[in-house]
């Protein structure tokens, strides 16, 4: 079993920066892969950033070259550095823990991002 807590979000203008923290509870959180999803109002969720328990990052391509994902097993979080952000950015955040890649079992209650024009 793996709980996930995000933290991190809030208000930010555009060009902004923000790092999103998903803190997991559990002794194995090493081995799972963890991606970051989100949900803007009346959207459906997508996918934003993923990193494998080997350190394999992906992001889609809206993200790319302003988002970064990384984890400290150490510290049994993975954060989410967020630069340039862009009004199309807000949402709410989720982060979410797959031990199989792509199958997410285990899911945080989301942190809210709201990006000024």
């Known amino acids: 079993q793996v709980q996930l807590v995000e933290s991190g979000g809030g208000l930010v203008q555009a060009g902004g920066s923000l790092r999103l923290s998903c803190v997991a509870s559990?002794?194995?959180?090493?081995?799972?892969?963890v991606g970051w999803f989100r949900q803007a109002p009346g959207k459906e969720r997508e996918f934003v950033s993923s990193?494998?328990?080997?350190?394999?990052?992906d992001s889609a391509d809206s993200v790319k070259g302003r988002f970064t994902i990384s984890r400290d097993n150490a510290k049994n979080t993975v954060y989410l550095q967020m630069n340039s952000l862009k009004p199309e950015d807000t949402a709410v955040y989720s982060c979410?823990?797959?031990?199989?890649?792509?199958?997410?079992?285990?899911w945080g209650q989301g942190t809210q991002v709201t990006v000024s024009s």
């Open positions: 979410a823990a797959a031990f199989v890649y792509g199958i997410y079992d285990y």
């Open positions: 559990g002794r194995t959180f090493n081995r799972y892969n």
């Open positions: 990193i494998t328990w080997s350190d394999s990052t």
